[in-house]
């Protein structure tokens, strides 16, 4: 897939200018677990007897769960948001749906702390699992100033909430940072908190929905990211 953007190639050097920060999401953008995410929530809805077409799982992609739960309509309407969690999570195959690295990911970060820019994790996902994903699957948790996680903030994306907090964390203002989201969802939380730079990664969204959801600029994964 070829970088698609503004006409500029965003290099690590361009992602630099300028920013103080980075703040980045997790699944998709840096592990590609969204395979494994979207069985678990297929099994879990076959299993209580639901018929739920790609549309619904793609409402849960970049969010917290219990937050879609509770505001889209669905034969989950009424029930314990927390225990419809947790019935997706019970479903979690990691033998069948291995979690990975997403190419570049790592060296990007490597190349961000080198640099001298504060990173924070910004996940819609809780601490136990964004500590999983930095630390044994990618080998950078130390790379991380901040992790803001389900449990740090009381709205999730799209609230501008958890970039605020992240920006917050690391005490420079959103406008000095670079956000890496590959979610429609996640664009539209660092735009409305003043994320100087929103660049799209299309692992899992089409690079068209990501611009239109408001990226600066989309990119096809990281690894284009660490073009010089």
């Known amino acids: 897939m070829e970088p698609v953007s503004d006409g500029l190639d965003p290099g690590v050097d361009q992602v630099l200018a300028g920013r103080r920060a980075a703040l980045l999401d997790l699944d998709g953008t840096l592990v590609d677990s ?10 879990y809805f076959t299993a209580r007897g639901w018929d ?12 917290r769960g219990e937050e879609v739960f509770a505001q889209l309509p669905g034969p989950w309407t009424g029930e314990d948001t927390d225990a419809l969690v947790e019935g997706v999570l019970s479903h979690l195959d ?110 899992g969204t089409s690079p068209q929905v990501l611009l239109d959801g408001g990226a600066h600029r989309v990119v096809a994964g990281p690894a284009e990211l660490l073009r010089s």
């Open 34 to 43: 969204e395979p494994a995410n979207q069985a678990a929530y297929r099994a």
């Open 94 to 203: 990691h033998e069948a749906h291995p979690l990975r690295p997403v190419p570049g990911a790592a060296e990007l970060v490597r190349r961000l702390h080198a640099a001298g820019v504060a990173i924070a994790l910004v996940t819609s996902a809780g601490r136990w699992w964004a500590e999983r994903a930095i630390g044994d699957v990618l080998g950078i948790r130390d790379l991380f100033a901040e992790l803001v996680t389900a449990e740090t903030t009381s709205a999730g994306k799209p609230d501008p909430s958890p970039y605020l907090a992240g920006a917050a964390a690391l005490g420079v203002p959103p406008a000095d940072a670079v956000a890496l989201e590959d979610t429609v969802p996640g664009v539209r939380s660092a735009l409305s908190a003043g994320v100087g730079l929103v660049i799209g990664i299309a692992t």
């Open 52 to 63: 739920a077409g790609p549309e619904v799982l793609r409402a849960f992609a970049g969010r």
